[in-house]
């Protein structure tokens, strides 16, 4: 509203929830955190620097080499020549065309993976998707790098759809908090990480819950490498990083050999136990999973685990499950096991008990809101069935036509041509990015849509300036927020960026494809259109919401879809009568054994959960590299995204890493030195921050600094995915396990 001042402040919505902008002479001049946010974040604040930052592709941009000799070895090095829109679209409709005639559309690439900006219409990958399907088609990718791995196994121990699982089955907080007793965080819950959510968090609430968790007395323990994984106030079991599957087992082995297994509920609801307890017991291999074996693996006192075990019989016990726990090698196993230890505890089904995964991971999950669809924009039928596992890009354009597996399946890697990405950021999110470096030089044309000069942008042949969300109008909604918003366009595009709609409609239509990606409508057209889909959907679950018009006037309204009664509990329905509400696996009931993955024949992946040490762990370190590296999310942005104003905040780069004082005293190295984290597949710069909130042996470096400059043998800025491996979890997941990592520390001066 404009309050006489010249300043018009509106609202708008973002991953990171909503917040209030001020406009003043079209230009972003501050924001404001939402008014009915208990737990605003921090993370708005670096807009105004971010959106007019110098970083900011202003033209049309093709990267000289290539212009002038279709050259593929000067990605990242190569200085850029600005064009005229025209000039520039034509190059790049002409090199699509040229690529799809020549080798077919199966040597595109358009998973072009990523977060990008919240927004129904302009969501890039959609728009990306869309695009490349009405010009034929390309390689998509599975999963994300979220939760690939689980999204791979978890459909074979419970029947369902991993995400849906998580959205629309799991226990709520109002459960959680009505009948929980002992909350087992495997990976914490982490209220830095619950900032976030895709497509929009309005009401950030976790650290509230964990407050009446406090209140209630119920008992919260904390297994993860660092103290901060979950709110203050929770007991903290330091674990060592890779090693949850043997804490697990051993938490099996004491409710198995003490008589606390629920054989009721596993003869009823679960098969293969009788498969998997020889294992548990050692009557296969001679090693009973007990406290004692466990122990040194995971760093958990044996008494402490025998204590925790009784307790989580004794009590209604919630198992949750981080996302990081699949982000690793073998990420498969914590999973599935973790899903075996509920089911002999024998809680699964009832309110407050069991198992659930990613609570904290982003702020949606947990709240219980009834679903509503709509405000879909048609992606169209990919005529491409080719689809690789999202992390295994590297590998994909290393090995074109060579054969990999994945989920019980033999496929063959594209060989690709050409590379269009939107909306996200391979070299932040990618491991062993010099690696990357490297393959990423197989292509014949990278075009790249995007706001910054990010580290993607500038390995780019082709690069368009796409708008963000604060530069054209859009509609916020997503299914884990229960807020409704109409994002206005608040200021002109920035430079001569253009919408990533209009960027795609312009190169359909050079390529005979113009009708079929626009429809003949406007990207103001289509939004109105898509909204009064969505309007009628709610209408008919029962929900009214305003007309465009009226939301336009509003700018956001709360929707009354929230369950707020503590009854949304996971396979309720199932537990009390496993054979009409069977689920969806091949024995219908909860696989603790699994004859499908078993004839899969993966040694990386057998037929019932085991500990499997990852290649890089505590228990491989060497002395060239003997400290675990662990890159969690960063807590003051979303990966990548505002870094350039960030990073030009005073000592904010290179990026901290967290290390132990046993480790810190040890190489010489004071809190606040600068220090050198490598190993043999990289070398990051960073800033030691000493705490002994992580586990001895273990560091900590986030992710998110943008990647810097090729030549050079050290990240300048702490970006630890020059540090990361680039292997799938298994042959079955195929997912990112960047959590799987050893590197040594060294003070800078001292390494050079
Ligand atoms: N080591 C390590 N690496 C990891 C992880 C980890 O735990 N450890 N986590 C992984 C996970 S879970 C994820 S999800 C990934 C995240 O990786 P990404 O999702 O790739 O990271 P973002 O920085 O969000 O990238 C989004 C990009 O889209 C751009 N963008 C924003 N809006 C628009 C738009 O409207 N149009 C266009 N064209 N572009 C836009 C942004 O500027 C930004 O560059 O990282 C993964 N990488
Ligand atoms: N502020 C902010 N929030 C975010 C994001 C962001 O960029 N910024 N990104 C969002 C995205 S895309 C995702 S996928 C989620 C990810 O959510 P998560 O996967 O839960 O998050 P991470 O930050 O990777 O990891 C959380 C913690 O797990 C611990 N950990 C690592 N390895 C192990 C292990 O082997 N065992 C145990 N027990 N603990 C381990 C680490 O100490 C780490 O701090 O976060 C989301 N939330
Ligand atoms: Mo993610």
């Known amino acids: 509203m404009a309050d006489g001042s010249g300043i018009e402040t509106k609202v708008t919505s973002s991953h990171w929830g909503a917040f209030e902008v001020d406009v003043e002479n079209g230009r972003i001049v501050a924001t404001r955190p939402f008014a009915h946010d208990p737990n605003p974040p921090r993370i708005p604040d670096i807009i ?35 064009l005229p829109w ?36 302009h969501h890039a990958q959609s728009q990306v998707h869309r695009f490349l399907n009405s010009i034929g088609g390309y390689v998509a990718s599975f999963g994300s790098y979220s939760t690939g791995c689980a999204q791979a196994i978890m459909p074979h121990v419970f029947g369902v759809d991993f995400l849906k699982l998580l959205y629309e089955h799991q226990d709520g907080w109002h459960t959680i908090n009505e009948h929980t007793d002992t909350l087992v965080m495997f990976g914490g819950i982490n209220p830095k990480n619950a900032q976030v959510s895709m497509g929009g968090i309005t009401e950030h609430e976790t650290a509230t819950w964990f407050d009446r968790f406090a209140a209630k007395g119920m008992r919260c323990v904390n297994i993860a490498p660092q103290r901060v994984d979950a709110p203050e106030g929770c007991e903290w079991l330091p674990v060592r990083p890779g090693s949850d599957t043997a804490l697990m087992l051993a938490l099996a082995h004491v409710l198995e050999s003490e008589g606390l297994t629920d054989h009721d509920f596993i003869d009823r609801c679960t098969t293969g136990f009788e498969r998997f307890r020889p294992y548990l017991m050692g009557e296969t291999d001679g090693q009973p999973k007990s406290p004692d074996w466990a122990a040194p693996i995971c760093g958990v006192p044996a008494g402490t685990i025998r204590e925790l075990a009784r307790r989580m019989a004794a009590t209604r016990t919630l198992i949750t499950v981080a996302w990081s726990l699949q982000r690793a090698e073998h990420g498969e196993q914590p999973y599935w096991m973790s899903a075996v230890l509920a089911a002999m505890l024998g809680q699964i089904g009832l309110p407050g008990g069991g198992v659930g995964y990613g609570y904290g991971a982003i702020g949606g999950v947990g709240k219980s809101l009834i679903g509503l669809r709509g405000m879909t924009f048609s992606q169209f039928e990919n005529p491409v069935k080719k689809v690789i596992p999202v992390a295994r890009i590297g590998d994909m354009l290393r090995h074109p036509g060579q054969p990999y597996d994945f989920n019980g399946r033999r496929e063959t890697y594209p060989d690709i041509r050409l590379i269009y990405w939107a909306g996200g950021n391979p070299y932040h999110h990618h491991q062993d990015l010099n690696a990357l470096h490297e393959a990423w030089q197989q292509p014949e044309c990278v075009i790249v849509n995007e706001p910054w000069w990010t580290a993607t942008a500038k390995r780019a042949d082709i690069v368009f300036p796409a708008t963000t969300p604060y530069e054209r109008e859009d509609i916020g909604r997503s299914n884990m927020d229960d807020y409704l918003f109409h994002m206005p366009q608040l200021i002109p595009p920035v430079g001569e960026a253009r919408d990533d709609y209009a960027i795609f409609a312009a190169l359909a239509e050079r390529m005979d494809a113009g009708e079929t990606f626009t429809g003949g409508l406007t990207a103001q057209e289509w939004i109105p259109r898509l909204y009064e889909d969505y309007r009628r959907l709610a209408a008919e679950a029962g929900v009214e919401v305003p007309d465009f018009e009226g939301l336009k006037h509003q700018n956001w309204v709360r929707l009354p879809i929230r369950d707020n009664t503590p009854n949304r ?10 054979d009409d509400a069977a689920l969806g696996t091949p024995s219908g009931r909860i696989e603790i054994f699994s004859d499908r993955i078993d004839g899969f024949g993966y040694d990386d992946c057998p037929g019932h959960p085991v500990w499997l040490p990852p290649t890089e762990w505590l228990g491989t370190a060497t002395p060239q590299a003997p400290l675990h590296l662990v890159s969690p999310q960063p807590g003051d942005k979303l990966h990548s995204q505002l ?17 132990h004082p046993d480790d810190a005293v040890a190489r010489g ?35 998110g600094a943008w990647y810097g400059d090729p030549g050079s043998n050290i990240d300048p800025h702490g970006n630890p995915n020059v540090l990361t491996r680039d292997k799938g979890t298994s042959r079955l997941g195929q997912g990112c396990s960047a959590h799987t990592a050893l590197v040594e520390v060294s003070r800078a001066d001292a390494a050079g």
Request: net charge positive.
């Open 86 to 121: 025209d000039e520039a679209l034509d190059i790049a409709a002409k090199e699509l065309d040229r690529v799809r005639k020549a080798y077919g559309n199966e040597a595109i690439f358009g998973g072009s993976y990523g977060w990008s900006s919240a927004g129904r219409f």
């Open 48 to 82: 105004p620097q971010a959106v007019y930052h110098h970083t900011r592709v202003a033209r049309p941009s093709v990267r000289r080499g290539w212009l002038t000799s279709r050259d593929r070895t000067g990605r990242g090095s190569d200085a850029f020549v600005e």
């Open 669 to 703: 190295i004071a809190d606040g030195d600068l220090v050198r984290v490598f190993n043999a597949r990289g070398a990051a710069r960073a800033r030691a921050l000493v705490s002994d909130g992580i586990t001895p042996g273990v560091v900590a470096l986030p992710t």
């Open 569 to 578: 509990t996971l396979f309720a329905p199932f537990r009390e009568n496993p």
């Open 643 to 659: 870094e350039s104003a960030l990073a030009d905040q005073p000592g904010a780069r290179p990026e901290r890493v967290v290390i």
